[in-house]
Structure formats: structure tokens, C-alpha cells
């Protein structure tokens, strides 16, 4: 059965495989058929390649073992990658919506020439592919909590705005509207940026030890709460390192107890929240004396 980094590993060289067949074909399309909206957009799929590099390889170094300066390990590192692409994925919106605005400058004064079929059908395509890709990279993001998998599934999307931004702006010429294309990568602008806030945001706060959400800490104080010997559940800490969740727990068993016979409770505590919860990589368990006892 696939790990983490061997999904999105997986993915990700899928993704390079089909850029790079799709960037050249848009680039091919753009150069016979006169198009510098679809010349532009085959430079921002070759963007993508370089992109699903850095996923892989901020995947890759999260997976490595703890070690003497890491004793936590180095899940951090993909969100370090996240970062990054958020910050590229900006820096793309950007250029599109700059783009559009040159291009309406370029339309007032009727210099933008009409481009060929060929075109229009490679933008079409392009929508296809790099939505689909995007759905198929976002499923398996979802699947294992990747922020950069996550970041590079939107770089995809981006790629299928941008792209119908040029179908809009090549349907607009030959139909005698140009401007529509300039004006539609203004709109895509302001997506992408939402979009790169959002990555961007999630990652800090999985870079800063931010807790787990409300229904997951009540689950895991509810699966602790299960064992008879727990009386209570008197604080529960969480924080979430990378993809990966650490938890402090006080517990409240029988004072009667052995050190034993708590210690063999707060294990079995241990041991079902690990197996509950997946995403769970260390818990430290305090037993208090019950006041009850």
C-alpha cells in the first residue's frame, strides 16, 4: 500500500509528464496560429513543471526520519514548499492580470492581430486537461493533508483559468471583440490570489503549532473518556506540525491505582487515539490522581 510521499510522488511526476506534452503543444499551437495569449499560457504550464519539482522535493524531505538536530523530524519542510508555491502562484496571478492590462492598452489602440483555429482548439484542450489535472491533484491532496500538493493542484487550475482567459480572448478577436481578453485576465487574477492567500495561510498555521479544530479535539477527548479507568480528561493540548498532529493529555484515574496499573491505562489511551487517529505522531499522557478517590 502507497505512503504519503509515495502518492504524492506519484502524482506529481504524472503532472511533469503532462505539462511538459501540453506546454509544447500550446506552444506549437501559439506560434503557427498567431497567438500571444496562447504563447503566454504555454510559458505558465512550463511554470507548473518547475512547480511539481519543488512539491516533490519538499515532500521528499519531509519524509525523513527524525534525527539528532530534528528529533521532531521535518514534516515542516512541506510546508516550507507550500510557501513557496504560494508565492509563485501570486507572482502568476500577477503577470496575468499585468498581461491583461497591457492588453486592453494594446486593444484601445487596435493593434492586437486576429488568431487562427488552431489556437482556439489548443485552448480548449488545455481546459480539459489541466482541469482534470487539477481535480485528480486535489483529490489526492485532500487524501493525504498536502499542503503542496495542494499548492501545485492550484498552480493547475490556474493554468486552466489562464487558458480560458485566451479562449475568451481568441474567440473575442475572430468574433471583433479583443478586449474581452484583457479584461478576463483581470478577473483570473483575483482568483489566483485568493487562492495563493489561502494556501499561504494554511501553511503558517501549521508552521506556527496551531491547534487542531474543535471537533477533533472533542474526538480525541471522547476516545479517551471511553476507557473505564479515565475519570476525566483534565487538559488537552494539541498542536498541528506539518501534516502531522502532536498532543499533551492530563487524565484523571483512580488514586487507588498501582503506578502500574495507571501507566497500563494511559497506554491503552496511547495506543486507541494513535489507531483512531492516523495523523497523530506522538501523544504524552500525565495520569493525575482522581479527586474523586
Not at 486552466?160 to 479584461?183: E, F, H, K, T
Not at 471511553?226 to 498532529?245: K, S
Request: hydrophobic share 45%.
Amino acid at each position: 500500500m502507497e505512503n504519503t510521499a509515495q502518492i504524492a510522488l506519484r502524482v506529481s511526476r504524472l503532472t511533469i509528464v503532462w505539462n511538459t506534452v501540453l506546454s509544447f503543444l500550446k506552444l506549437a499551437a501559439g506560434v503557427f496560429a498567431h497567438s500571444g495569449a496562447m504563447v503566454s499560457d504555454a510559458v505558465h504550464s512550463f511554470s507548473d513543471v518547475f512547480s511539481t519539482i519543488i512539491v516533490m522535493i519538499g515532500v521528499k524531505a519531509a519524509q525523513k526520519e527524525s534525527d539528532r538536530e530534528h528529533p521532531f523530524g521535518h514534516e515542516r519542510m512541506e510546508c516550507v514548499a507550500a510557501i513557496v508555491l504560494s508565492g509563485v502562484l501570486l507572482i502568476t496571478g500577477l503577470m496575468i492580470g499585468y498581461e491583461g492590462i497591457q492588453k486592453i492598452s494594446t486593444a484601445a489602440e487596435g493593434n492586437l492581430q486576429t488568431p487562427g483555429l488552431l489556437a482556439l482548439a489548443a485552448a480548449v484542450i488545455s481546459i480539459a486537461v489541466k482541469e482534470g489535472m487539477y481535480r485528480y491533484t486535489s483529490a489526492a491532496a485532500k487524501r493525504i493533508d498536502s499542503n503542496a500538493l495542494m499548492a501545485d493542484a492550484w498552480h493547475h487550475r490556474s493554468d486552466a483559468l489562464s487558458s480560458i482567459g485566451a479562449l475568451i480572448g481568441i474567440g473575442g478577436a475572430r468574433l471583433g471583440a479583443p478586449v474581452l481578453d484583457p479584461i478576463a485576465s483581470l478577473v483570473i487574477c483575483l482568483f489566483i490570489a485568493k487562492a495563493a492567500f489561502d494556501i499561504f495561510k494554511d501553511a503558517i498555521d501549521k508552521m506556527v503549532d496551531q491547534s487542531c479544530d474543535n471537533e477533533t479535539e472533542n474526538a480525541i477527548r471522547a476516545c479517551a473518556l471511553r476507557h473505564e479507568g479515565i475519570a476525566a480528561v483534565d487538559q488537552l493540548l494539541t498542536r498541528r506540525f506539518g501534516n502531522r498532529i502532536y498532543i499533551e493529555m492530563e487524565v484523571s484515574v483512580d488514586g487507588r491505582l498501582s503506578l502500574d496499573e495507571a501507566h497500563e491505562i494511559a497506554e491503552q489511551v496511547h495506543d486507541d487515539i494513535e489507531r483512531e487517529f492516523p495523523k497523530v505522531k506522538h501523544i504524552m499522557i500525565h495520569e493525575n490522581p482522581s479527586r474523586a478517590s
